[in-house]
């Protein structure tokens, strides 16, 4: 089991690689499948998945804010479930299936992002990622939400910019037009 050294972010910084119990110093080949793609890299064993896909991959959609678990601008989709990405050691999801805001949107925007678009559920934009992830999720997952699951599903998302009753009248609108897909 590979302990995160230090929950500093500052102090994380200057200490490139931790040394865990089982492997580093140095960095450690790992491989991810984020958006679909095979991505074969060496990460520092201290590295959080949060900082591989922003750092490594330049895969800046997902954002670090407080880069301890409670905020969840940082949420991506681990294997589809939606987390923390601050709160992950890339080298414990060796493996895995990541999904990140780069990979939502096909030749179209995703109907949450256009659901955002025209229910003004952003403002500065930081939280947005984040929020757009756990969206997608909720919807793969329950078709029709009921604005308290859509509110639940929320929760732990923190937007400084006070847009949750956007956010929320934007899910329910994208419920609406993903029923009138085929
Ligand atoms: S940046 Fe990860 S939860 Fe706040
Ligand atoms: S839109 Fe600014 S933090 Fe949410």
């Given at each position: 089991?590979?302990?995160?050294?230090?929950?500093?972010?500052?102090?994380?910084?200057?200490?490139?690689?931790?040394?865990?119990?089982?492997?580093?110093?140095?960095?450690v080949p790992i491989t991810l499948e984020v958006n679909g793609i095979l991505r074969a890299l060496p990460v520092?064993?201290?590295a959080t998945l949060a900082e591989v896909l922003r750092d490594q991959l330049q895969l800046?959609?997902t954002?670090?804010?407080?880069?301890?678990?409670?905020?969840?601008?940082?949420?991506v989709r681990l294997n589809g479930?939606?987390v923390?990405s601050?709160?992950v050691l890339a080298i414990e999801v060796n493996g895995a299936k990541i999904d990140t805001?780069e990979g939502?949107?096909?030749?179209?925007?995703?109907?949450?992002?256009?659901?955002?678009?025209?229910?003004?559920?952003?403002?500065?934009?930081?939280?947005?990622?984040?929020?757009?992830?756990?969206?997608?999720?909720?919807?793969?997952?329950?078709?029709?939400?009921?604005?308290?699951?859509?509110?639940?599903?929320?929760?732990?998302?923190?937007?400084?910019?006070?847009?949750?009753?956007?956010?929320?009248?934007?899910?329910?609108?994208?419920?609406?037009?993903?029923?009138?897909?085929?």
């Open positions: 089991m590979v302990m995160r050294g230090n929950t500093s972010p500052h102090a994380r910084s200057r200490t490139p690689c931790v040394t865990g119990e089982a492997v580093g110093p140095g960095a520092c064993p201290g800046t959609g954002k670090i804010a407080c880069d301890r678990g409670a905020c969840s601008a940082c949420t479930t939606p923390c601050c709160m805001i939502v949107a096909g030749e179209t925007l995703h109907p949450v992002q256009a659901a955002f678009l025209e229910h003004d559920a952003i403002q500065c934009g930081f939280c947005t990622p984040g929020l757009i992830m756990s969206c997608v999720a909720l919807l793969e997952s329950t078709p029709h939400p009921s604005e308290e699951e859509v509110k639940a599903a929320l929760g732990g998302h923190l937007c400084r910019c006070g847009t949750y009753p956007h956010v929320i009248a934007a899910v329910l609108h994208a419920a609406q037009t993903s029923k009138r897909r085929p």
